[in-house]
């Protein structure tokens, strides 16, 4: 008579290397990167709206989002002794009701030191205030889009 072992150990490799292929597959599901799309209309500024040329629309849009970040940016009160003049790039991404997606702002590179926080949380504060803008689409489907910003201090 053979022992329960003899009958066990191969149905435990057989479920074992199963497990393995499905973890596998999965982990490799999880890393693919979203699909990019040509986007034949990019996001636009309310106020470039009745432009005819896309290139100029784009020119106008990044006018008034450059104006917008002078206009509401401020230098930390906190940091004022520390004097620093410099940027802060910012990735943040317009989702499809032409809204900043604010939980997806993040700081590309900014301020370093003691005071880097004050200066990093105001250019995220600043572009998730961002008007809303017309969405980017192809035909009538609106689509994300990623997009990175300087925001100055001087």
């Keep these: 008579m053979k022992s329960i072992s ?3 150990l191969p149905i435990m490799r057989i479920f074992t290397l199963l ?3 499905f973890f596998i597959s999965t982990v490799q599901a ?5 699909q990019l799309i040509f ?5 636009v500024h309310k106020g470039c709206a009745k432009i005819k040329s896309k ?4 020119k106008c849009t990044e006018e008034k989002v450059t104006e917008f970040i002078k206009k509401n ?5 906190k940091a004022n002794a520390a004097k620093l003049y410099g940027y802060v790039e910012v990735k943040y991404i317009i989702g499809e009701d032409g809204l900043v997606i604010k939980n997806e702002t993040e700081v590309l590179a900014g301020f370093s030191g003691k005071d880097a926080e004050l200066y990093n949380n105001e250019a995220i504060r600043v572009i998730n205030r961002l008007p809303a803008l017309i969405p980017a689409s192809n035909d009538d489907t609106f689509y994300k ?3 990175t910003q300087r ?3 001087d």
Excluded: A, S
């Design 30 to 34: 999880q890393d693919e990167p979203e």
């Design 55 to 58: 290139l100029e629309k784009q």
């Design 145 to 147: 889009v990623m997009y």
């Design 6 to 8: 003899v009958y066990f």
């Design 19 to 21: 497990f393995f292929c």
């Design 39 to 43: 986007i034949e209309n990019m996001p």
């Design 151 to 153: 925001v100055h201090f």
């Design 73 to 77: 940016t401020v230098y930390p009160k």
